[in-house]
């Protein structure tokens, strides 16, 4: 089986890596430094250009291709690809929608009857306003489309609040913030459960937990993820099978009334409040960093279910170890707002890979040496029996590199439930 994989963070590196082991060849674009060294090749092309990602798939000859991040899906390469008879793991545009228009998600959401915070969307500043002023708070502002994580402000601050929605009109967030969702405010722990989906039917992977702020003890200001840890020890029984019950299938269904199917991962943000679990979010593709958590314990032959998958077979059940995964997410300094790039990374070489797994995000090759390239560099993932053994495996290896103004939590899964 011959894979093409679409994308280039610290997920792309951890499927990739998971693909390697049962696909006779992988191909990744653009793919970064970690995957160069699994991949056959890596090829520098436009993952949001559907004609060019096609033409890639067709030249290359691959039997799957399977799609990481969510701009190419925004942008209809998985349409171009289907068009084209490749077989594709990741939703077309219409169905991408779920992630990349929150209003959208609302509104399926509610036909749908799954369970989330109420919601108002909102095109103008003085309605935004209004509505802000009128409603206590705590208030939760949303950037309506992508923002790469960064568009969501949850505040006790009513200005604050006002400010975040003004930005959004005035294009901080590009056309993303064209309109705002302002929601209301959800409170408990958080957990992330994914599902395969195709053929109108779904089977769920292993949950996984993100720590989404900055700075220890959940302080500081939300960014991509600054680490992961699965299996989450908290959860109430049978979570997964509610999420599949209660939340996937109602979706597949309401989408597929429109006439729109669905064949990709499907990522469900859960609130797990006093009245029970709530949809925070969906996203068409895995979480990152979660999904570097969860790979390492996956003991199916993932390129087998994505290719059956994408060939609108109905998903197969997974299998997962008995271990615990910790990932530690190495972020630049000035990570999430102005990250700096283009310090020397070491310390990699000297890590043991029976303990800890390391899982490229923004790195590149500058002259034959290593350099940070992006806001979250590198994913440090310990492995081990306990949740205490995998944190120490991870931190244990994070100990080792180095680059400048390195920044880290110290308490990814510290809290271990
Ligand atoms: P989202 O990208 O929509 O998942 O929002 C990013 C983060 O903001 C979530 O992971 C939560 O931590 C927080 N958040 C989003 N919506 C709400 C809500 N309705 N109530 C409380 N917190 C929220
Ligand atoms: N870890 C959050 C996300 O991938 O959206």
């Known amino acids: 089986m011959k894979v093409l994989l679409l994308g280039g963070g610290g997920r792309e590196h951890a499927l990739g890596w998971k693909l390697a082991q049962t696909a006779s060849e992988l191909i990744c674009a653009p793919g970064n430094p970690g995957l160069a060294s699994i991949a056959s090749r890596l090829v ?57 228009s929150k209003a959208y998600a609302k509104s399926i959401m509610r036909r749908a009857g799954v369970p989330t915070a109420a919601a108002w969307t909102f095109d103008n500043a003085s309605d935004a306003l209004a509505h802000l002023t009128e409603h206590p708070g705590p208030y939760v502002v949303k950037a309506d489309g992508l923002a790469a994580g960064k568009g969501v402000l949850v505040t006790t601050d009513r200005n604050a609040a006002i400010s975040w929605a003004d930005d959004c009109f005035s294009g901080r967030f590009g056309s993303a913030g064209a309109n705002v969702v302002i929601e209301e405010f959800l409170e408990g722990d958080e957990v992330s459960v994914f599902a395969i989906c195709s053929n109108g039917r779904s089977v769920g992977l292993q949950p996984a937990r993100d720590h989404k702020r900055l700075l220890d003890g ?187 103004g390195m920044q880290y939590r110290t308490d990814i899964a510290g809290g271990t439930r």
């Open 44 to 100: 520098d092309v436009d993952i949001t250009d559907p004609e060019r990602v096609t033409s890639l798939a067709r030249s290359t000859g691959v039997d799957l291709v399977v799609i990481g991040p969510e701009a190419p899906l925004a942008a209809g390469v998985a349409d171009s690809l289907r068009l084209a008879g490749c077989a594709v793991f990741g939703p077309n545009k219409a169905a991408a929608r779920l992630e990349s």
């Open 218 to 404: 959940d302080a500081g200001p939300n960014t991509g993820g600054m680490g992961a840890f699965s299996p989450v020890l908290d959860l109430p029984d049978e979570l997964v099978e509610w999420t599949l019950g209660e939340v996937v299938a109602p979706v597949l269904e309401t989408l597929a009334a429109d006439g729109v199917e669905y064949a990709g991962f499907l990522y469900v943000g859960l609130m797990l409040t006093g009245n029970g679990p709530r949809v925070l979010e969906f996203n068409c593709r895995l979480g990152d960093p979660e999904t570097e958590a969860i790979m390492p314990l996956l003991t199916s032959d993932l390129t087998h279910v994505l290719h059956e998958a994408a060939s609108g077979g109905t998903p197969h059940p997974l299998t997962w170890s008995d271990d615990v995964a910790v990932d530690v997410v190495l972020a630049a300094p000035g990570y999430p707002d102005n990250p700096q790039k283009g310090s020397a990374i070491s310390g990699i070489d000297s890590i043991d890979p029976s303990s800890a797994l390391v899982f490229h995000a923004g790195t590149a090759h500058a002259d034959g040496d290593l350099v940070t390239a992006g806001g979250r560099v590198l994913n440090v993932v310990g492995i081990g029996a306990t949740h205490a053994e995998a944190r120490s495996a991870a931190y244990g290896a994070v100990d080792q590199i180095h680059f400048d």
